[in-house]
């Protein structure tokens, strides 16, 4: 079994900027591959940012060039700096591992089977 503790959400201004961390349990992180997705009121749990186990990271076009994930093995952590934030960021923020190994992703949220408890981003305008 797996927990993941998301920390680092918080109130932002618009164009401000936001550190998430996911701290995971366990001993096999580097086998697994990490996710960040979000969810706002009324709206569906959708994708922002992946890494795989291989490194390879990925992110969902609406936080191109704003979001940037990664991961330090050693400390069992995955980041998500979210850069020049805008209120449409504004959700539930949630951390995700796969332990599938999968080789093909679709970064859709029945891949994983762990979660966090989430953790809530704001961003005013």
């Known amino acids: 079994q797996v927990q993941l503790v998301e920390s680092g959400g918080g109130l932002a201004q618009a164009g401000g900027s936001l550190r998430l961390s996911c701290v995971a349990s366990?001993?096999?992180?580097?086998?697994?591959?990490m996710a960040w997705f979000r969810q706002g009121p009324g709206n569906e749990r959708e994708f922002v940012a992946g890494?795989?186990?291989?490194?390879?990271?990925y992110g969902a076009d609406s936080v191109k060039g704003r979001f940037t994930i990664s991961r330090d093995n050693a400390k069992n952590t995955v980041y998500l700096q979210m850069n020049n934030l805008k209120p449409e960021d504004t959700a539930v923020y949630y951390c995700?591992?796969?332990?599938?190994?999968?080789?093909?992703?679709?970064?859709?949220?029945?891949?994983?089977?762990?979660w966090g408890q989430g953790t809530q981003v704001t961003v005013s305008s």
């Open positions: 890494i795989r186990w291989s490194g390879v990271s």
């Open positions: 366990g001993r096999t992180f580097s086998a697994y591959s």
């Open positions: 995700a591992a796969d332990s599938t190994r999968r080789a093909i992703s679709e970064f859709k949220p029945n891949e994983y089977d762990y």
